[in-house]
């Protein structure tokens, strides 16, 4: 027997439609490349992300072409978000950190109709346009003031013309809650990116789970600024999050340099906010710098790499923000664990209450994780042993788009490539990922671990650990690290350090300093390039 309620897609254009009929005057702040401060209401939006989906259809857009964007995070591109998807057609945000060679190569993937890109990206259009098989419109995201004189882009056309010209009296249509809505490509560390096809049905049930309380805890009452980027799987779906539940939306635009993160964070009281570590590192050493607090944040989301237990504790004990460690990855939406406390913790001594926030957490509902051994068999939770992480979920991908590496299911659960534990309440702790993992004599090293150790570290800016070659061990940890400006410190002081803090034989066997860590197009430490780099290096004595 069927239950008998209304059979209601889920759709992403209701989101918008709820925060239109009930979060109407509700503001969305955007700092825009043009260099101002533009301000508008969710009712604003709505209307407008109804006229831009008159102008893709009257661009000759149909139901599940992809329309590609090169954007920051902003109101025109929230706008996309809406109106791409809502009008049943496919969002494919591109990575402008990317290399023009796989730009092009991500949008013939996608076989993309139409490039919406901000200003800033005009160069690596240029780079591009003359290249791509399949984009039949370029569209610059501003005014007919801004457009540029000579853009060099054949029939270029103005965003705000094409919004102006159309009526804001459009119905969004009604489909299946499984068609596509948006597709983003993984960062293709090994290989070609290969593209994650997102539905409208795992869009929304992603929503309602990060809004909850123990994930993303997002209230109508928050101000919310997404640091990670519309282009880093859907800002961690904030977005969309911020129409389901009214809170205000701020976004930072191309300006995600400490000062005018925190000048944002200050004039728009932002409660919420999330980001990569790196980020964070930087908007950190601002406030610091400045002796400045901050007025309104409470907590931020950081995940994408481990958050480095320092960083949690400077916010929690210099600016009273607490962290909700977080992880995922793009195959999962991405959310799979939030680090929030259960109430056995909350009564812990305030080092022990660290160490959970450390964890990257429990699994929010929607998503199951399990730990293997290398034959695939379950390993206990709470044991010292770590496996291979697999997931599965209604928001977890089930093959990537066009069928691209086979079927990439291991007995229905997606394997992250990520190495866990799982303690006996449920929470995760990633000590690798599998390419990453140190091998020494037989058994693992977690470069996490050594990693997160040294940036504890007063005079350490960031720090890498790589498997490097060994005739006895096979491999053995070594520390890549970049000192803080102006700081001084030594290999033997770093490496005494460690006396304690860890198992003796995990320590480091040798640190190298280094200008820059080379970072990936979502901020991340690219390990294959810093083991590239140091292809040549011998340990001392090896
Ligand atoms: P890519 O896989 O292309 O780098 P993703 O953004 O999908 O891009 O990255 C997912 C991966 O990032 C995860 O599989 C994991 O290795 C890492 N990651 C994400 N969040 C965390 C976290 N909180 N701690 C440690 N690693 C994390």
Same mark, same amino acid.
């Given at each position: 027997m069927n239950g008998l309620m209304m059979q209601q897609p889920l759709l992403i254009s209701s989101l918008l439609v709820h925060a239109e009929r009930h979060h109407g005057d509700r503001e969305v702040v955007s700092r825009r490349v043009e260099g101002d401060i533009h301000r508008y209401t969710y009712r604003e939006m709505a209307a407008r992300a109804r006229r831009l989906a008159n102008a893709l259809a009257a661009l000759g857009v149909k139901p599940s072409e992809r329309v590609g964007t090169l954007a920051w995070n902003g109101y025109r591109h929230m706008e996309l978000y809406y109106a791409v998807s809502g009008a049943g057609s496919v969002l494919h945000t591109i990575n402008p950190r990317l290399h023009p060679d796989q730009v092009v190569y991500i949008a013939d993937h996608a076989e993309d109709q139409v490039l919406c890109f901000d200003l800033s990206f005009l160069p690596l259009v240029q780079a591009v346009a003359g290249r791509t098989k399949t984009i039949r419109h370029f569209v610059a995201m501003t005014d007919r003031a801004h457009m540029p004189a000579d853009p060099k882009i054949p029939n270029l056309l103005c965003y705000e013309d094409l919004v102006a010209a159309e009526s804001d009296q459009y119905e969004w249509p009604e489909f299946d809650e499984n068609t596509a809505s948006s597709l983003c490509y993984t960062s293709g560390t090994t290989g070609n990116p290969k593209g994650v096809l997102y539905s409208h049905r795992s869009t929304v049930l992603h929503t309602f789970a990060i809004a909850l309380p123990d994930a993303l805890n997002c209230s109508a009452n928050d101000s919310i600024l997404p640091v990670v980027p519309m282009f880093h799987v859907n800002a961690w779906g904030l977005p969309y999050a911020a129409c389901m539940t009214g809170a205000k939306l701020v976004f930072p635009g191309p300006g995600l340099d400490g000062k005018s993160l925190y000048e944002l964070f200050e004039a728009e009281q932002v409660t919420v906010s999330a980001g990569v570590p790196t980020v964070w590192q930087a908007l950190l050493a601002y406030v610091d710098a400045n002796k400045l607090k901050f007025s309104s944040m409470r907590r931020t989301v950081v995940g994408g790499s481990a958050c480095p237990p320092a960083m949690l504790?400077?916010?929690?004990?210099?600016?009273?923000?607490?962290?909700?460690?977080?992880? /995922?990855?793009?195959?999962?939406?991405?959310?799979?664990?939030?680090?929030?406390?259960?109430?056995?913790?909350?009564?812990?001594?305030?080092?022990?209450?660290?160490?959970?926030?450390?964890?990257?957490?429990?699994?929010?509902?929607?998503?199951?994780?399990?730990?293997?051994?290398?034959? /695939?068999?379950?390993?206990?939770?709470?044991?010292?042993?770590?496996? !291979?992480?697999?997931?599965?979920?209604?928001?977890?991908?089930?093959?990537?788009?066009?069928?691209?590496?086979?079927?990439?299911?291991?007995?229905?659960?997606?394997?992250?490539?990520?190495?866990?534990?799982?303690?006996?309440? /449920?929470?995760?702790?990633?000590?690798?990922?599998?390419?990453?993992?140190?091998?020494? /004599?037989?058994?693992?090293?977690?470069?996490? !671990?050594?990693?997160?150790?040294?940036?504890?570290?007063?005079?350490?800016?960031?720090?890498?650990?790589?498997?490097?070659?060994?005739?006895?061990?096979?491999?053995?940890?070594?520390?890549?690290?970049? $000192?803080?400006?102006?700081?001084?410190?030594?290999?033997?002081?770093?490496?005494?350090?460690?006396?304690?803090?860890?198992?003796?034989?995990?320590?480091?066997?040798?640190?190298?300093?280094?200008?820059?860590?080379?970072?990936?197009?979502?901020?991340?430490?690219?390990?294959?390039?810093? $083991?590239?780099?140091?292809?040549?290096?011998?340990?001392?004595?090896?």
């Open positions: 504790r400077k916010f929690a004990e210099d600016y009273d923000v607490h962290v909700l460690h977080a992880w /995922g990855m793009t195959e999962m939406s991405p959310v799979g664990t939030v680090a929030a406390f259960k109430p056995q913790h909350l009564a812990l001594p305030v080092e022990q209450r660290y160490a959970v926030m450390a964890k990257q957490g429990r699994a929010v509902y929607g998503v199951d994780m399990k730990i293997v051994d290398p034959a /695939g068999r379950e390993l206990p939770w709470g044991g010292p042993v770590s496996g !291979d992480l697999l997931v599965r979920g209604p928001w977890v991908l089930s093959r990537y788009f066009k069928g691209d590496g086979g079927n990439p299911l291991r007995g229905g659960w997606f394997p992250t490539g990520d190495v866990a534990r799982i303690d006996a309440e /449920g929470y995760m702790l990633i000590t690798d990922r599998s390419k990453d993992v140190i091998k020494s /004599g037989g058994e693992w090293i977690g470069s996490i !671990d050594l990693e997160n150790i040294a940036m504890a570290h007063p005079a350490v800016a960031i720090a890498a650990c790589i498997a490097v070659p060994h005739p006895k061990w096979d491999e053995r940890p070594l520390l890549v690290v970049v $000192r803080r400006p102006g700081a001084e410190l030594t290999r033997e002081e770093l490496l005494a350090f460690y006396e304690g803090k860890i198992a003796k034989w995990w320590t480091p066997d040798d640190v190298v300093f280094v200008d820059a860590i080379p970072l990936g197009a979502t901020g991340k430490m690219q390990k294959n390039k810093l $083991r590239e780099m140091l292809k040549d290096y011998r340990l001392p004595g090896a």
